[in-house]
């Protein structure tokens, strides 16, 4: 990144002392593209190779990593345990339970991060997630009750969404 700093204005200063007007215009607007395409590629890239890297390496309590629907519901099973709305507030208070029936501990991650915990109302509108915290462990062999909290204005609370996964909300 440090190298892209320099490299910018090195590259802009070059090209407007070599070229005039419309000429200059263009070549600073390509420079700067290409800049910001390659922080932008190189951000990404490091993204999903910190994201390949947790998953291809072990963790070191030796738990599966968990960051997309299909991968949660391989590995866990789970349920909203208890749903309560407070009208003072407008807040919907739900405590899920997870199960996890393998041998290793399962660690649910990116669920802040990715904005992956969605709480929506009977119409199906979102409501504002409230802290939901980035990661939770379901210890092996074990369950594990996780507490979310929504702010839904004058709406009950229907389902919570960890990633594409959808949990129904029974009173």
């Known amino acids: 990144m440090q190298s892209i700093r320099v490299l910018v204005p090195l590259s802009l200063t070059c090209l407007l002392v070599a070229c005039s007007g419309d ?16 922080a932008k590629g190189a951000a990404t890239g490091a993204s ?11 963790s070191v ?10 991968e949660l ?11 309560t709305n407070d009208a003072s507030t407008q807040l919907a208070q739900v405590t899920m339970g997870f199960a996890n029936d393998g041998a290793a501990p399962v660690r649910v991650t990116d669920l802040s991060q990715g904005n992956h915990v969605t709480g929506l109302d009977g119409e199906g509108y979102a409501c504002t997630t409230l802290h939901p915290g980035d990661e939770f462990t379901v210890p092996a062999k074990a369950k ?17 969404r960890l990633y594409d996964v959808e949990y129904a909300v029974t009173r």
């Open 48 to 58: 999903k190779g910190v994201e390949e890297g947790r998953k291809a390496s072990t």
């Open 61 to 70: 309590d030796g738990a599966v990593i968990v960051s997309s629907g299909d």
């Open 73 to 83: 519901t391989a590995a866990l099973t789970g349920a909203v345990l208890t749903a």
């Open 23 to 38: 000429n200059a215009e263009k070549a600073a607007t390509g420079a700067v593209s290409k800049a910001v395409e390659l």
């Open 144 to 160: 594990l009750k996780v507490d979310l909290s929504f702010h839904c204005a004058d709406k009950a609370l229907a389902t919570v």
